[in-house]
């Protein structure tokens, strides 16, 4: 069964990084491609961006990339998102998903919530 | 980018079936046969019912259908219970090689 688990900070300050990490167990994250997904509080789900290739090639959403940075390490089998500049607009539900080809995100986490504020 | 269009809710009784749009352009939804629904009740995570615009996972209830006409794909649910009362998003694949999200729609089952 594959599993996926945010972590990181909660709490985050404007101006500052953003920082997540998904564990992921019962796949290995050099298959398959790894997304971030958000939301904030009562509106829709927003893509962040992908990672694959063993982390030689990543994808972000348009509106975000040039704030975006997402790595993987394979020896953790752990891939992790850094949001730079934050704002309170950033405040969601950061969720890590697993890509199938093309837009097909078969298992997700749980979510875990970023607030921005000082 | 702006998302997909998807109605902000519809509602139907139980047993009836239903139909949610999910509307973009050529470069996402009708250029691409690479559709999916997530189906989401409050306060988890989504959960994939329908990919590549008809597919079904294993474990979905074939009560979910999806298909494409030009650049308006849909989920149609038929013999609605109560626990298919959920928040509904679409996304697609797009021409820049990245995903876009509808808007999510609300389902209410009366």
């Known amino acids: 069964q594959v599993q996926l688990q945010e972590s990181g900070p909660g709490l985050v300050k404007p101006s500052e990084t953003l920082s997540l990490t998904c564990s992921v167990s019962g796949d290995s994250i050099s298959s398959h491609n790894w997304n971030w997904i958000r939301q904030p509080a009562g509106k829709g789900l927003e893509w962040i961006g992908r990672i694959y290739n063993s982390g030689r090639s990543s994808n972000y959403n348009p509106s975000l990339n040039s704030r975006v940075t997402m790595s993987m390490d394979t020896s953790k089998n752990q891939f992790s998102l850094k949001m730079s500049s934050v704002t309170a607009a950033d405040t969601a539900v950061y969720f890590c998903?697993?890509?199938?080809?093309?837009?097909?995100?078969?298992?997700w986490g749980q979510g875990t919530l970023v607030t921005v504020s000082s | 980018q702006s998302a997909l269009t998807q109605p902000a809710s519809v509602s139907g009784s139980p047993g009836q079936s239903i139909t949610i749009s999910c509307t973009g352009t050529?470069?996402?939804?009708?250029?691409?046969?690479?559709v999916s629904w997530y189906q989401q009740h409050p306060g988890k995570a989504p959960k994939l019912m329908i990919y590549?615009?008809?597919n079904r996972p294993s474990g979905v209830s074939n009560r979910f259908s999806g298909s494409k006409s030009g650049n308006t794909a849909s989920l149609t649910i038929s013999g609605l219970q109560a626990e298919d009362e959920a928040d509904y998003y679409c996304?697609?694949?797009?021409?820049?090689?990245?995903?876009?999200f509808g808007g999510g729609t609300k389902l209410t089952v009366l």
């Open positions: 050529s470069s996402e939804v009708g250029g691409y046969d690479h």
């Open positions: 590549d615009v008809s």
């Open positions: 996304n697609s694949y797009t021409t820049s090689t990245t995903v876009l």
């Open positions: 998903a697993r890509g199938r080809e093309y837009s097909r995100f078969d298992y």
